[in-house]
């Protein structure tokens, strides 16, 4: 198993003076490479034989010497950026992975900075040699797959966690949802001890919006995955009466099932706020001893769908965090499982390293068809799809977009795309899928759990507080010093693949046996904080009228 790290295949500069953006690298050689640098105590790491940056594994001074590199500092150097392994001329590619991250704005010389300051981001042509990179997969027999304890509902699902949600279908209820769920203190589901808790998903939408429209559509697939979802052991829908997304064409045309562990209201047949809250009580109170009534047991890893997502990212993340995730997602696909990447944005001019392990043309066009709709979605906006990145992400290291994806596309692993599926559309797949959604945090999680997401792995380098339900959220530092100071929100600190006291592949090995503890209930530093109640943000896509 080996996780992925740089691009394969060709890039052709299609702006003047780029030069050639031509990539000889194997996954395989920068993995190596990768490893191999990794693995030292020097202050430098080189990724890749054929780069031309270097990245500070700490912070570096002007002047500092470092003479293994043949380099002096001109320039103090942060943590985790880039400094010039050699002179770059102007409009000459710059290399991390063997992968064209942008061209010099400028002459850059020998122990410089090289940062958003001096690299211009410059568009290619990217040849998405649709399955040029699919290798098979060396499945684990079923006899000998990993399993977790997992929780298994009537109709075959499994659960990783056992809540009772509740939905409102626009704005207009959802302080009546909260009040519902408030009313579920600790103490008075004492008596209930293998329920997780009464959860509330509030939302800001949900009437004044265009209907039929790509929005209204999105805002019902989104409810209903998580009305379906395995993880809520019964589900109520509130809405209030007279707006655009009736609860009643809601269930309908979602293929919804009403029944006793799926119930609705409507506060204006009900008799208003307090009604509906009362009301609300009783039907979650009839829910809860079936619900209390689940028993854990061992299942196959192959049941486990894992959404993956980073925030806060540094120049970190991409050469421990992200591809030792991918390395756990390798060893999920092997047992049969799914891991979902997502944050369309953050692919951007890495795409190429997707399509070239998409399992067919078909698969790989799908994906580069939701990058041209982005495209035309941020025109003319200030977005990060059309290259600059947060404040966080350029204070870690991290340049523009092209960089920043570089680092992002790695958390799917190596092993084929298997397909490619719109914001919260239900998963059948098993495998490594993609599913489109923005790269903000809340909204491309909550479009995941609403797929069939069961557990969620975020990565993180200068520190993310978030949190989910009813699918809990496992949190990857980057970085030792960030888990160290953030320690209470971390559940792993991938940083150990920095230190060089860990290989990617025994951090995967790592990861993978966290998530298993986790879906058996083991509770995240996340869920340890109480967190989740407030992160359910599908995406809004029209028009407030």
């Known amino acids: 198993?080996?996780?992925?790290?740089?691009?394969?295949?060709?890039?052709?500069?299609?702006?003047?003076?780029?030069?050639?953006?031509?990539?000889?690298?194997?996954?395989?050689?920068?993995?190596?490479?990768?490893?191999?640098a990794t693995a030292t105590a020097s202050p430098l790491l080189r990724l890749h034989r054929d780069d031309n940056v270097l990245i500070a594994r700490q912070v570096l001074g002007l002047g500092q010497t470092l003479p293994e590199f043949g380099l002096r500092l001109k320039a103090q150097v942060p943590a985790g950026h880039k400094i010039a392994a050699r002179?770059?001329?102007?409009?000459?590619?710059?290399?991390?992975?063997?992968?064209?991250?942008?061209?010099?704005?400028?002459?850059?010389?020998?122990?410089?900075?090289?940062?958003?300051?001096n690299i211009a981001l410059v568009d290619f042509d990217r040849?998405?040699?649709?399955?040029?990179?699919?290798?098979?997969?060396?499945?684990?027999?079923?006899?000998?797959?990993?399993?977790?304890?997992?929780?298994?509902?009537?109709?075959?699902?499994?659960?990783?966690r056992n809540f009772i949600g509740i939905l409102a279908s626009v704005n207009c209820s959802s302080t009546a949802i909260n009040r519902i769920a408030a009313h579920f203190t600790p103490e008075r589901l004492a008596a209930f001890p293998?329920?997780?808790?009464?959860?509330?998903?509030?939302?800001?939408?949900?009437?004044?919006?265009?209907?039929?429209?790509?929005?209204f559509d999105l805002l019902q697939r989104t409810i209903a995955g998580y009305a379906r979802h395995p993880n809520l052991a019964g589900v109520l829908i509130v809405g209030l009466g007279c707006e655009r997304n009736q609860v009643a064409g809601l269930v309908e045309s979602q293929h919804l099932v009403a029944g006793r562990n799926l119930r609705t209201l409507v506060m204006q047949d009900t008799g208003g706020t307090r009604a509906t809250i009362e009301a609300g009580i009783r039907a979650v109170e009839a829910m809860l001893p079936e619900a209390n009534e689940v028993r854990r047991q061992p299942v196959s890893a192959a049941h486990l769908k894992i959404g993956l997502e980073c925030g806060g990212s540094d120049g970190f993340s991409g050469i421990g965090a992200n591809p030792a995730l991918g390395a756990a997602m390798d060893l999920l696909v092997r047992h049969g499982g799914t891991a979902i990447l997502s944050e369309t944005p953050e692919i951007h001019g890495v795409e190429y390293m997707l399509t070239r392990r998409?399992?067919?043309?078909?698969?790989?066009?799908?994906?580069?068809?939701?990058?041209?709709?982005?495209?035309?979605?941020?025109?003319?906006?200030?977005?990060?799809?059309?290259?600059?990145?947060?404040?966080?992400?350029?204070?870690?290291?991290?340049?523009?977009?092209?960089?920043?994806?570089?680092?992002?596309?790695?958390?799917?692993?190596?092993?084929?795309?298997?397909?490619?599926?719109?914001?919260?559309?239900?998963?059948?797949?098993?495998?490594?899928?993609?599913?489109?959604?923005?790269?903000?945090?809340?909204?491309?999680?909550?479009?995941?759990?609403?797929?069939?997401?069961?557990?969620?792995?975020?990565?993180?380098?200068?520190?993310?507080?978030?949190?989910?339900?009813?699918?809990?959220?496992?949190?990857?530092?980057?970085?030792?010093?960030?888990?160290?100071?953030?320690?209470?929100?971390?559940?792993?600190?991938?940083?150990?693949?920095?230190?060089?006291?860990?290989?990617?592949?025994?951090?995967?090995q790592r990861i993978f046996?966290?998530?298993?503890?986790?879906a058996s209930?083991?509770?995240?530093?996340?869920?340890?904080?109480?967190?989740?109640?407030?992160?359910?943000v599908p995406w809004h896509l029209g028009i407030v009228s």
Not at 194 to 215: I, K, R, Y
Request: aromatic letters at 6%.
């Open 358 to 508: 998409a399992v067919s043309a078909e698969v790989g066009q799908k994906l580069l068809d939701r990058l041209a709709w982005w495209e035309d979605y941020t025109r003319g906006h200030n977005g990060q799809f059309n290259g600059v990145v947060g404040p966080g992400n350029q204070a870690g290291g991290l340049a523009n977009i092209f960089e920043k994806s570089l680092g992002s596309a790695m958390k799917g692993g190596t092993t084929p795309l298997q397909q490619v599926y719109q914001y919260a559309e239900p998963i059948e797949q098993p495998g490594f899928v993609f599913m489109d959604s923005p790269g903000y945090d809340p909204v491309a999680t909550t479009g995941q759990i609403a797929s069939g997401a069961n557990l969620i792995c975020f990565t993180t380098g200068r520190g993310s507080m978030f949190g989910s339900k009813p699918a809990p959220t496992i949190k990857l530092a980057s970085n030792t010093p960030m888990f160290t100071r953030l320690e209470e929100d971390m559940d792993i600190n991938c940083g150990q693949v920095i230190d060089g006291t860990l290989t990617i592949e025994q951090m995967g």
């Open 513 to 518: 046996e966290h998530i298993l503890r986790s």
């Open 87 to 117: 002179r770059i001329a102007a409009g000459e590619p710059v290399r991390k992975y063997n992968a064209v991250i942008g061209v010099a704005a400028r002459d850059i010389e020998p122990g410089e900075h090289v940062h958003a300051h």
């Open 521 to 536: 209930g083991e509770p995240t530093k996340s869920e340890l904080l109480g967190l989740g109640d407030h992160e359910f």
């Open 1 to 36: 198993m080996t996780p992925a790290i740089a691009a394969s295949g060709a890039t052709t500069a299609s702006t003047a003076g780029a030069g050639s953006a031509s990539s000889g690298a194997t996954t395989s050689d920068a993995v190596a490479a990768a490893t191999a």
């Open 127 to 160: 040849d998405p040699a649709f399955g040029a990179d699919v290798t098979p997969i060396d499945y684990v027999p079923e006899a000998e797959r990993a399993t977790f304890m997992g929780i298994v509902r009537a109709d075959g699902r499994v659960a990783t």
């Open 194 to 215: 293998n329920v997780d808790g009464v959860v509330a998903f509030a939302q800001t939408s949900g009437c004044g919006m265009s209907s039929p429209s790509p929005h």
